[in-house]
């Protein structure tokens, strides 16, 4: 659980529509400059909801940025297709939300759903430790 910590820091900075999609411009331009014809940006959209946004207001600011960064990476000689992976935080409040925001844009630059987070407690993937009762 020790290593969720580190993302309040980075997870802080990014909690509002252009921060996100500053992000996600700037790893999909820095991916294209590597090399990288095609990258997926896995990460946790209920993690930024701290300053007003929604799950879908989050998901469209990556996407919006992913768009710019790479109009950017082509415009550079660099194409380049990225794609969003959603994913659900096992270790929260158990909800199928994630999967349908990943169901919702599914054409619309998601390319995925994942659980991830604590395995510690959570040994069958699962969103709760099994009943010790």
Known sequence: MRYLETFEHTVAAMQTAPH???????FAVDQAADGVVYAEARWA????LQRGLSLEGAVEAVRDGL???MREAAAAG???????????????EP???IAELALAYRDDSVCGFDIAGAEDGFPHGGSRP????
């Open 20 to 26: 996100l999609a500053r992000v996600a411009r700037e």
């Open 67 to 69: 768009a710019e960064g």
């Open 78 to 92: 660099n194409p380049i297709v990225v794609r969003q992976i959603v994913t659900s935080m096992r270790h929260a």
């Open 95 to 97: 909800t199928l939300a």
């Open 130 to 133: 099994p009943s010790t009762s």
């Open 45 to 48: 959209p209920e993690q930024h």
